[in-house]
C-alpha cells in the first residue's frame, strides 16, 4: 500500500504533532526531512505543497496537505480502523469536548508558551541568537493564567476531553515536550494535575519514540 | 422553543462568528448578554460555563462548548441536515472535502487570526475603549497579515472559495475580523483581485448580513 509521505523534522513540533498520530494508529509512513537552515521550505517544490511555505505537509496519494492539527484530523480519521478513536466523532458530546479543547490549545495554550519555547531554546540553540527575556517573563505570566484553567480542568478530568485520552490531548505534546527541557519546566511544579496529567500521557509508547527524535532528548 | 443560548454580545467577533455560523445552518437560538464592562465574565456562574473567562459559551441539552470554532464545528455536527448543508464539506464530498475545510480552518485560526485580531484590536478596539494605538504593532502585523493575503489571492485565483467551490465554514470564520478590518483597511482585501472578489461574495451573503445587523443595533 505505500503509506503517507510527511514533509517535516523530527524536531519541529508541527511534525511531531503528526508523527504522534501516525505513531498512535501504527499507519505505514515514510518522513522526508526538509531543511529549514538551507531554506528549502521557501522553495517552490515545498511551496507546491504548503503555500504558506512551513513544515509539515502530507503527501497521501494525490491528496497534499498542510497545517499539521488538520493532518492530524485526516491521519486519525484515514485509519480510525486501527482501533485508536482519538476524535470520538461517532459521538456529539464528546467530540464537541475534543474540538473545545484543541481549540483551546490552539487559540489559549500555544500562543502563551510558544514564546518561552522560542526565545528560551529556538533562539540560543537554533539561531545562535539571545533570548529575549522580557517576552519570557510576559509569557510565562498568561502561561501561569492558562494553567490555572487546565489545573481546574484536570482535577475534574482525567484527559481533557472528559475520561478518554484524545488528540486533544495529544496536540499539547510538542510545545510542553520543549518547555520541559528549558529552566521553565518548574512552572509545571505549581499545577499537581496538570502535571500528573503530563506524566500519563508522556508514558505512552508513541510519545516515547516522537520525543527520541526531538532536541533535548 | 429552543433549547440553544448563545452568551455574549454581537459585537464581539468571536460570538459573531457562532451567530454567523447559527444562521446559516438555520438553528433557532437565544442570545444571553454577557455584561463584561461589570466582569460577568469573570463570575463563578459564567467560568462553568467558559473556564477561560471570555465571549462565547455556547450551551443546549446536550453540552456546554465554548471557543467558537469549535462551537461552529458542533452546530454542524449536530445539525447535518439543517440550513447549508455543504457548511463542513459537501454532503457527497465524504472525507476529501471535510478535510479540505479543516486545513483552511487551520490556516485561518493560525495564520490569519493572530494578525488580524491584534490590528481588530489596535484599530477598532482600543479607541473604543480608551488604550493607546500601538503604531509598532500596528505596522508588524499589516505586513504579517498582507503575507497571508498573499497566498490567499494565490489560491483563490484557483479556487471559488478557500476549501473548494462551495462557501463553507472555512471562509464563514474569516467574517468577523474581515469586516472590522474593510471598514479600517479596505486596501488590504480589496487591493487583491481574488481576495476582493472572495471577500465581496462572502460578506453579501444573508447569514452574515443578518449578523451585521444584530451588531448595529445598540445594546441595552
Given at each position: 500500500m505505500g503509506g503517507v509521505i510527511l514533509y517535516g523534522s523530527p524536531i519541529s513540533t508541527c511534525s511531531a504533532r503528526v508523527l504522534l498520530c501516525l505513531e498512535e494508529v501504527g499507519a505505514e509512513y515514510q518522513l522526508v526531512p526538509i531543511s529549514m537552515p538551507t531554506g528549502e521550505h521557501k522553495k517552490p517544490d515545498h511551496l507546491a505543497r504548503n503555500p504558506f511555505g512551513q513544515i509539515p505537509a502530507l503527501e497521501d496519494g494525490d491528496l497534499v496537505l498542510f497545517e499539521s492539527r488538520a493532518i492530524s484530523r485526516y491521519v486519525l480519521r484515514k485509519y480510525k480502523?486501527?482501533?485508536?478513536?482519538?476524535?470520538?466523532?461517532?459521538?456529539l458530546a464528546k467530540s464537541a469536548m475534543v474540538d473545545v479543547w484543541l481549540e483551546a490549545e490552539s487559540q489559549q495554550y500555544n500562543p502563551a508558551i510558544s514564546p518561552i519555547v522560542y526565545q528560551s531554546l529556538f533562539v540560543p540553540k537554533m539561531r545562535g541568537g539571545t533570548p529575549d527575556q522580557a517576552i519570557i517573563d510576559a509569557s510565562l505570566e498568561k502561561f501561569k493564567k492558562v494553567l490555572e484553567v487546565y489545573e481546574a480542568r484536570l482535577s475534574k478530568s482525567k484527559y481533557l476531553a472528559g475520561d478518554f485520552f484524545s488528540f486533544a490531548d495529544l496536540s499539547h505534546f510538542p510545545y510542553t515536550k520543549y518547555l520541559m527541557v528549558t529552566?521553565?519546566?518548574?512552572?509545571?511544579?505549581?499545577y499537581p494535575h496538570v502535571k500528573a496529567w503530563w506524566k500519563d500521557i508522556t508514558s505512552r509508547p508513541a510519545f516515547k519514540k516522537v520525543s527520541a527524535g526531538m532536541l533535548g532528548s | 422553543m429552543t433549547s440553544v443560548t448563545v452568551y455574549g454580545a454581537p459585537f464581539s467577533p468571536a460570538v459573531s462568528r457562532v451567530l454567523a455560523c447559527l444562521y446559516e445552518k438555520d438553528v433557532d437560538f437565544k442570545l444571553a448578554p454577557v455584561d463584561m464592562a461589570k466582569g460577568q465574565h469573570k463570575s463563578p456562574d459564567f467560568l462553568k460555563l467558559q473556564p477561560f473567562g471570555q465571549v462565547p459559551a455556547f450551551q443546549d441539552e446536550l453540552a456546554t462548548v465554548f471557543e467558537s470554532r469549535a462551537i461552529c464545528k458542533y452546530i454542524c455536527n449536530k445539525y447535518p441536515?439543517?440550513?447549508?448543508?455543504?457548511?463542513?464539506?459537501?454532503?457527497?464530498?465524504?472525507l476529501l472535502a471535510r478535510t479540505s475545510v479543516d486545513q483552511w480552518l487551520e490556516a485561518e485560526g493560525q495564520s490569519f487570526n493572530p494578525p488580524s485580531s491584534a490590528l481588530v484590536f489596535q484599530l477598532a478596539f482600543a479607541p473604543m475603549f480608551g488604550f493607546k494605538q500601538d503604531p509598532a504593532a500596528i505596522e508588524q502585523n499589516e505586513a504579517k497579515l498582507a503575507n497571508v493575503l498573499d497566498v490567499y489571492d494565490r489560491r483563490l485565483g484557483e479556487s471559488k472559495f478557500l476549501a473548494g467551490d462551495d462557501f463553507t465554514l472555512a471562509d464563514l470564520v474569516h467574517l468577523p475580523n474581515g469586516h472590522i478590518l474593510v471598514s479600517k483597511k479596505e486596501d488590504l482585501f480589496l487591493s487583491r483581485k481574488n481576495v476582493g472578489r472572495w471577500w465581496e461574495e462572502i460578506s453579501a451573503r444573508p447569514s452574515w448580513k443578518k449578523v451585521v445587523e444584530m451588531q448595529n443595533v445598540p445594546q441595552s
Open positions: 480502523e486501527s482501533g485508536t478513536d482519538l476524535l470520538k466523532e461517532g459521538n529552566p521553565y519546566a518548574s512552572v509545571f511544579e505549581s | 441536515e439543517k440550513g447549508n448543508q455543504n457548511l463542513i464539506g459537501g454532503r457527497d464530498g465524504g
